[in-house]
């Protein structure tokens, strides 16, 4: 999985699913391989702490929500197999602004995105002011960003409890009236918790979104993870990835390098091109016949290929 090649992330993908029809059990670098195919590159480009300041709208935006101390900036950093690009701190409250970093720009064989780490709702040390610009940044956000994808919301499998700050969050998504973008409920710290509880918890989230009025809200789609474990990551890309066209973005790159391929074959001289031919066709001869055994690297300029395969071999000294 981890050969790090835009080409291969659908392929990561269809193995994932034969693994789980056939119950193969995930480990850390099952899920490790899954980044490595997905980011080339990581940068933050901008921090923002009032509406205006937001970026120029363009790439798709990944959300990622929740209350003060759930676990966003940690979760953002194991997606992208970074120590602390996110800033995290054990004390509740490090993320005060909405941290916007850049994934995979200037690849055009590879969809370029943004994740968006904002601050955690319910933070009972801040002051009241800044809880409430927190609240309308985060609102109007919803409200008014066209690039908005996907949103994660977490969840705390480990207390597995809905406070007053989740049920907030799910008033900004209702208030927005859109259905452009996804929700996704992600049971963060699972590896704290055990399934029979985070079952319960996955029945009575669904129950409490459902009365939230919003067809966002109740098309939710709900799974565990664990930035420790890396328990869910390949979930939390396959959501990515689809939402941001991933599959077409790949497609599209292919189609620019057959053109690209193209375009510089026209531009050779009928005879360079009559000669190239004419070389792999002796070589493929010489091949078959055994007079070549070893494969030319496909690096090779033609002219070396013609001086390599009529080199005579050189007999071992006694």
Same mark, same amino acid.
């Given at each position: 999985?981890?050969? =790090?090649?835009?080409?291969? *992330?659908? @392929?990561?993908?269809?193995?994932? %699913?034969?693994?789980? =029809? ?19 590159? @990581? ?6 702490? #009032?509406?205006? /300041? ?10 990622? *929500?929740?209350?003060?101390? @759930?676990?966003?900036?940690?979760? @953002?950093? /194991? ?8 800033? /995290? ?30 601050? +955690? ?14 609240? +309308? ?42 259905? #452009? ?14 399934? #029979? ?15 939230? =009025?919003? =067809? ?14 890396? /328990? ?9 990835? #689809?939402?941001? +066209?991933?599959? *077409? ?11 690209? %391929? ?57």
């Amino acid at each position: 999985l981890a050969c =790090g090649k835009a080409k291969a *992330a659908p @392929v990561a993908f269809l193995v994932l %699913e034969y693994m789980e =029809g056939l119950a193969v059990p995930k480990n850390r670098f099952t899920y490790e391989g899954i980044g490595l195919n997905i980011v080339k590159n @990581v940068i933050r480009s901008k921090r923002v702490w #009032d509406l205006p /300041m937001m970026p120029e709208e363009g790439a798709p935006e990944i959300v990622f *929500a929740g209350r003060s101390n @759930v676990g966003k900036s940690s979760l @953002v950093n /194991m997606l992208l197999n970074q120590e602390a690009l996110a800033p /995290m701190s054990s004390r509740p409250g490090k993320t005060k602004t909405m941290d916007f970093f850049d994934v995979n720009n200037c690849q055009y064989n590879l969809p370029t995105f943004r994740l968006v780490d904002v601050p +955690g709702l319910g933070f009972a040390r801040a002051s009241q002011d800044q809880r409430d610009r927190w609240v +309308g940044l985060i609102g109007g956000y919803f409200v008014k960003r066209k690039s908005l994808k996907l949103v994660f919301h977490l969840l705390d499998a480990s207390l597995c409890q809905i406070l007053p700050a989740d049920l907030d969050l799910w008033r900004l998504l209702a208030q927005a009236r859109r259905d #452009d973008y996804e929700l996704c409920i992600c049971l963060t710290k699972a590896d704290n918790s055990n399934v #029979d509880l985070m079952t319960r918890f996955a029945v009575q989230i669904r129950e409490l979104l459902a009365v939230q =009025g919003s =067809g966002l809200t109740a098309n939710a789609t709900i799974f565990a993870c664990s930035s420790h474990s890396k /328990m869910g990551k390949d979930t939390l890309w396959r959501k990515i990835w #689809d939402s941001v +066209g991933g599959l *077409a973005v790949l497609q599209a790159g292919e189609d620019i390098q057959r053109r690209r %391929e193209t375009e510089l074959k026209q531009d050779r001289i009928p005879e360079e091109i009559a000669q190239e031919d004419e070389d792999q066709a002796a070589y493929a001869k010489a091949k078959a016949s055994g007079i070549i055994t070893a494969d030319l690297p496909s690096d090779v300029p033609n002219d070396q290929r013609r001086k390599r395969s009529n080199r005579p071999r050189s007999r071992r000294r006694s």
